[in-house]
């Protein structure tokens, strides 16, 4: 059975980071994409970062382009979402998923996806 868990939201206050992880089991991770995702309140869920299977390759939204950081390690089977200088407008809960082709920013077609974690900035 595959699952994405994601963990490390909280409660931030403005300007500060985070880092959330993403543990993957019962998928050879290393042949995954994976992608972050968010959902704001009353907003429809959207595209953060995506990172390659093998890492080589990632790509940020404009939105969090030099603030956000996807990377990954496979030998660990996670992936993680580096956050900086969040602000309120950050505020949401976040997803991670996986899927075995690299798919543009475009897409949320997915194969596995987390349950989710929430992410708080006050300010």
């Known amino acids: 059975q595959v699952q994405l868990v994601e963990s490390g939201g909280g409660l931030v206050q403005a300007g500060g980071s985070l880092r959330l992880s993403c543990a993957a089991s019962?998928?050879?991770?290393?042949?995954?994409?994976m992608g972050w995702f968010r959902q704001a309140p009353g907003k429809e869920r959207e595209f953060v970062a995506i990172?390659?299977?093998?890492?080589?390759?990632?790509y940020h939204a404009r939105s969090v382009k030099g603030r956000f950081t996807i990377s990954r390690d496979n030998a660990k089977n996670t992936g993680y979402l580096q956050m900086n200088s969040l602000g309120p407008e950050d505020t949401a809960v976040y997803y991670c998923?996986?899927?075995?082709?690299?798919?543009?920013?475009?897409?949320?077609?997915?194969?596995?996806w987390g349950q989710g974690t929430q992410v708080t900035v006050s300010s």
């Open positions: 998923a996986a899927d075995r082709s690299y798919r543009g920013s475009s897409s949320q077609e997915y194969e596995f």
């Open positions: 019962g998928l050879t991770f290393s042949r995954y994409a």
């Open positions: 990172i390659s299977a093998s890492g080589s390759i990632t």
